[in-house]
DNA sequence: AGCTCATGGCGAG
DNA sequence: TCGCCCTGAGCTG
């Protein structure tokens, strides 16, 4: 599941259950043990989230930082902790809560000098009030690669995944291949404001709808969506099913290693 | 039991 | 561009 919302979402209820208390830390899977031993008894004090990098921060100088890439979940529950499976790489459990992180990319000990080293190498963030479009526009204003690659490079807007990527394209009717530099100034205004909105929704509502109200299963008088991944979509993993909107069969194709979806009648070339 | 696929990203060549 | 890392669900036998 994790796109940029759902970093965000999952910084929020790490805060929710554990900020102001000492967690027990574990790592039951042992990768994360010498750490989880040194963060064991301190105060959470912050949690934050910057695309799709979730960081926790331990008496106010110590941070985990977290990855989950394509396998990483994250499990709460109430205490008391049942006895937790062999892959939990960190648990925090205190009076009240526990969490298991399971199958992230990265969690790893780091500084403020290094959190801070994450955040230069990402681009603005659509969930970020400190975000900066600007910063998006201009690189994406002078590349020849296609939009669809540069909203999936988070060195050019980062907490866009491959499920956003595809709707925000849909609903601007934009060809997926278009070049970056292609893009209108006007364009890009409207994406990075959609993308604003549509994150957000997905925060609060911890899964990625975007099918606009007069496009709904109900409104169109269809049955609702097949896929189970969450949320009501247009493309995304709609390959050969019609359009919500022309009734074109919704494409499909490889773009750098990931499955791209695009309407070939509402974004064409 | 073994294969495939997934909302990610890195380093080697 | 490719192979590789992380895990688990949903198939196929």
């Known amino acids: 599941m994790p796109e940029g919302h759902t970093i965000h979402r999952l910084a929020r209820d790490y805060a929710e259950r554990f900020r102001g208390t000492a967690p027990l830390v574990t790592s039951p899977q042992g990768k994360f043990s010498d750490a989880a ?112 690659a540069l909203l999936m490079d988070q060195k050019t807007i980062a907490g866009v995944g491959n499920v956003y990527r595809a709707e925000v394209l849909f609903r601007h009717g934009i060809d997926p291949y278009r070049a970056g530099r292609d893009i209108t100034p006007a364009e890009w205004d ?19 709808d975007t099918v606009r109200p007069e496009h ?15 949320g009501e979509v247009y493309v995304y993993r709609r390959t050969d099913m019609p359009c919500h909107v022309c009734g074109t069969g919704i494409r499909t194709a490889d773009l750098a290693a990931r499955n791209l979806f695009w309407c070939p009648g509402c974004q064409p070339a």
Not at 192 to 207: H, Q, S, Y
Not at 216 to 230: F, K, L, N, Y
């Open 37 to 148: 031993e040194l963060l064991d008894g301190a105060e959470l004090t912050a949690t934050d989230a910057h695309g799709k990098h979730l960081f926790l921060g331990f008496r106010d100088s110590d941070w985990v930082h977290i990855h989950l890439g394509l396998f990483g979940k994250v499990a709460f529950g109430p205490a008391p902790a049942p006895p937790p499976t062999d892959t939990v790489r960190l648990r925090l459990v205190n009076d009240t809560a526990y969490v298991d992180l399971r199958g992230p990319t990265t969690c790893a000990l780091i500084t403020g000098t290094e959190k801070r080293a994450v955040h230069d190498r990402l681009g603005p963030d659509p969930l970020r009030p400190d975000a900066d479009p600007g910063a998006a526009q201009e690189r994406i204003r002078r590349s020849r690669t296609s939009i669809a």
């Open 190 to 208: 409207a994406i990075w404001a959609d993308l604003v909105t549509l994150m957000r929704d997905g925060v609060r509502d911890n899964r990625i």
């Open 216 to 230: 709904t299963p109900e409104a169109m008088g269809r049955p609702p969506r097949v896929d189970d991944h969450g």
